[in-house]
């Protein structure tokens, strides 16, 4: 069975472009460099974000930072997959 992809978008991880997907399954990160990271819905323990522009801002997952555009729909999605996450 294929995940359905429920928003993908670009994004920088420690300071390198890639694709952030989030499918039903979990969060993907892909960049043609290597810092590439996949994290099961299961692995995603705390989410936040900090808006820092009108459109750009930064992701937190577990203690990762990730700088995507409106954060805060990555963070409401992720909370729809997996309900009852801390902030």
Same mark, same amino acid.
């Given at each position: 069975?294929?995940? &359905?992809?429920?928003r993908m978008d670009l994004a920088l991880f420690e300071g390198i472009k890639?694709?952030? +997907?989030? *499918? %039903?399954s979990g969060l993907f990160?892909?960049? $043609? +460099? +290597?810092n590439s990271f996949s994290l099961d819905l299961d692995q995603i323990e705390k989410?936040?974000?900090l808006m820092t522009a009108l459109t *750009? &801002? *930064?992701?937190?997952?577990?203690?990762?930072?990730?700088?995507v555009c409106r954060a805060h729909l990555? #963070? #409401? %999605?992720? $909370?729809?997959?997996k309900p009852g996450l801390p902030a």
């Open positions: 069975m294929q995940n &359905s992809i429920i890639g694709t952030l +997907k989030l *499918t %039903d990160f892909i960049s $043609r +460099k +290597k989410v936040s974000f *750009t &801002s *930064t992701l937190y997952i577990n203690e990762k930072e990730i700088i990555w #963070a #409401a %999605d992720i $909370r729809k997959l």
